[in-house]
């Protein structure tokens, strides 16, 4: 049940994109169609932005897109806004009903 | 509207125990199985525990299998954690959270913050 690896820092000026990768093994990432991203700013509860990879809840828009590939998922947020400046965190399924999540990454909006 | 309320945090000793809840509403709580996530300060998340709907399925991290104890009460629309042996590094602000839609976390709660210290 090791941490999925992001990196600890993103940033990008308003308007431009940023992506930010999240690393596992093929036991959770690379397993599982089920990787999550969530947003969070300090204080609040965290927010879903992307589930089984590359899918939107109600309300998110599309400016956060999702992908992944082999081992190794990743967040796309495109047109960057002040509003986007948070923490966010990768998560996947690591069977057997067992969760596992990223040591986050700050976004940091110039 | 959905919402998850925690409580039941506080200061507690080494060695200690505490049991937190989170009280649901907005939703059928006994339809969707429930976990408790944590994040220690100037960390990042963890997953903690995960029961399912009717409480008959239980997982808990490494990290806290044998102290911790998860459980729900569907009538009362109330899940728990109990918290035993506790240790430092189980200070953390904890979370009950959701799993609305398809192994991803749709609701959480606003967090109770547990902090293990002499």
């Known amino acids: 049940q090791s941490a999925l690896t992001q990196p600890p820092s993103a940033s990008g000026s308003p308007g431009q994109s940023v992506t930010i990768s999240c690393t596992g093994t093929?036991?959770?990432?690379?397993?599982?169609?089920?990787v999550s991203w969530y947003q969070h700013h300090p204080g609040r509860a965290p927010k879903l932005m992307i589930y089984?990879?590359?899918k939107r809840p109600s309300g998110v828009p599309d400016r956060f897109s999702g992908s992944k590939s082999g081992n190794t998922a990743s967040l796309t947020v495109s047109g960057l806004q002040a509003e986007d400046e948070a923490d966010y965190y990768c998560?996947?399924?690591?069977?057997?009903?067992?969760?596992?999540f990223g040591a986050g990454t700050k976004l940091t909006v110039l | 509207e959905v919402q998850l309320v925690e409580s039941g945090g506080g200061l507690v000793q080494p060695g200690g125990s505490l049991r937190l809840s989170c009280a649901a509403s907005?939703?059928?709580?006994?339809?969707?199985?429930m976990h408790w996530v944590r994040q220690v300060p100037g960390k990042g998340l963890a997953w903690v525990s995960r029961?399912?709907?009717?409480?008959?399925?239980?997982t808990y991290a490494d990290s806290v299998k044998g102290r911790f104890t998860i459980s729900r009460d569907n009538a009362k629309n109330t899940l728990y954690l109990q918290m035993n042996s506790l240790r430092a590094e189980d200070t953390a602000v904890y979370y009950c959270?959701?799993?609305?839609?398809?192994?991803?976390?749709?609701?959480w709660g606003q967090g109770t913050m547990v902090t293990v210290s002499s």
């Open positions: 907005g939703f059928t709580f006994s339809s969707y199985a």
């Open positions: 093929s036991s959770d990432v690379g397993g599982y169609n089920y």
């Open positions: 959270a959701r799993p609305g839609l398809r192994f991803a976390f749709d609701v």
């Open positions: 029961i399912s709907n009717d409480g008959s399925s239980i």
């Open positions: 998560s996947s399924y690591a069977g057997s009903y067992n969760w596992v």
């Open positions: 089984e990879v590359s």
